[in-house]
């Protein structure tokens, strides 16, 4: 979101923006991102923003010549009880009005979208074929190079170590690298926002899980790219990853994660593997996929993710310090616009 930020503000002309990362762009979280992009969300303006994002993977590719790692394949959604059966109905009834397309579909039609998969006790499930996935790490350099393109700069290996506030509203950024005056800040610090917006006065309702994924080797019937595929019943995602299996998870109870515990230069490490905290979503993965009862483990990721308490974004101005300090829900950088530059010099177009 800090690469998006800054590409989306110098396309409106604010040529004067500046992304800080700590570290390196897409560290921390990104680099590490399962990058389902679906579609339908609960609202018609937040579905509205995920369409606007596939449209926008197509464009930046042609823009910038970087390729965003775009893969349109579908995604497939599962019912094993009847409660989730209204649930895909509705889905697909919500989606249709919304403009986009999904269709209920029986179980047989989703054993052919999903040959590995276990169907056996699936009632059903909604197919939305305008669905894919993104590289992350493509999709960052995308988005740094177009805003490069405009004038915006990017500051790597810049950490910020504090937010100056005077009445209430925020004067300036106090960096590694120096002082910037500023009188409108962005953060997109991912699983350290929190802490950022502290720095501001403002309070962040955020903070980081451990979160799990599977990685196989190479699965015998896997050949090319394959829809997503959700069963919520089980708290599962699953799609195929260099000709092998993903199982990720969002399990009923999360391992929260304190961010000091990672360390200043917590960057492109994981965190340690939990097979026991695993067992229980591993149990529904193997029930699904019958396959991997054979399957040769690669390795399973654990990496932090951030959350807010509803799940939802938190976007716009903050209460706690008005007109000054936003923040954006689940990323890893800083954007910030600011009136006077690192040596005080005006700058037209903030």
């Not at 004067?171 to 350290?192: H, M, N, R, S, Y």
Request: aromatic share 8%; proline share 5%.
């Amino acid at each position: 979101m800090g690469c998006s930020t800054l590409y989306h503000l110098a396309k409106l002309g604010m040529t004067d923006a500046v992304l800080l990362e700590r570290n390196q762009l897409t560290s921390g979280t990104t680099w590490h991102s399962a990058a389902q992009v679906r579609a339908l969300r609960s609202t018609r303006n937040l579905t509205d923003l995920i369409r606007y994002s596939i449209s926008l993977y197509s464009a930046l590719e042609e823009e910038t010549g970087q390729a965003t790692g775009w893969i349109n394949k579908g995604f497939l959604s599962i019912a094993t009880t009847p409660d989730r059966m209204i649930h895909v109905r509705r889905q697909e009834a919500l989606a249709n009005s919304f403009g986009l397309t999904a269709t209920a579909i029986s179980a047989g039609e989703a054993k052919e979208r999903w040959p590995l998969m276990n169907a056996d006790d699936v009632l059903g499930a909604v197919w939305s074929p305008d669905d894919g996935r993104v590289g992350p790490t493509d999709l960052c350099a995308a988005l740094a190079k177009g805003a490069r393109a405009r004038g915006a700069r990017i500051f790597e290996n810049t950490a910020v170590l504090g937010v100056t506030t005077e009445g209430g509203k925020v004067k300036g950024v106090e960096t590694a690298g120096g002082f910037i005056q500023t009188d409108t800040v962005v953060v997109c610090a991912g699983l350290w926002s929190r802490e950022v917006a502290a720095m501001g006065g403002a309070h962040a309702p955020l903070f980081p899980c451990e979160h799990f994924y599977l990685l196989t080797k190479p699965v015998p019937g896997i050949e090319g790219n394959l829809p997503t595929l959700s069963d919520h019943d089980a708290g599962l995602y699953i799609r195929d990853d260099s000709g092998g299996l993903l199982v990720g998870c969002f399990e009923p109870l999360g391992k929260p994660i304190a961010p000091e515990t990672l360390g200043e230069d917590f960057a492109f490490q994981l965190l340690p593997e939990d097979w026991d905290h695993f067992e229980p979503m591993m149990a529904g993965a193997l029930n699904r996929l019958p396959a991997l009862e054979t399957a040769e483990v690669k390795m399973l990721l654990n990496g932090p993710e951030s959350f807010t308490p509803d799940g939802g974004f938190m976007l716009g101005e903050t209460a706690e310090t008005p007109g000054a300090l936003s923040w954006l829900r689940n990323e890893f950088c800083w954007c910030g616009v600011w009136r006077r530059g690192w040596n005080g010099a005006r700058h037209d177009n903030c």
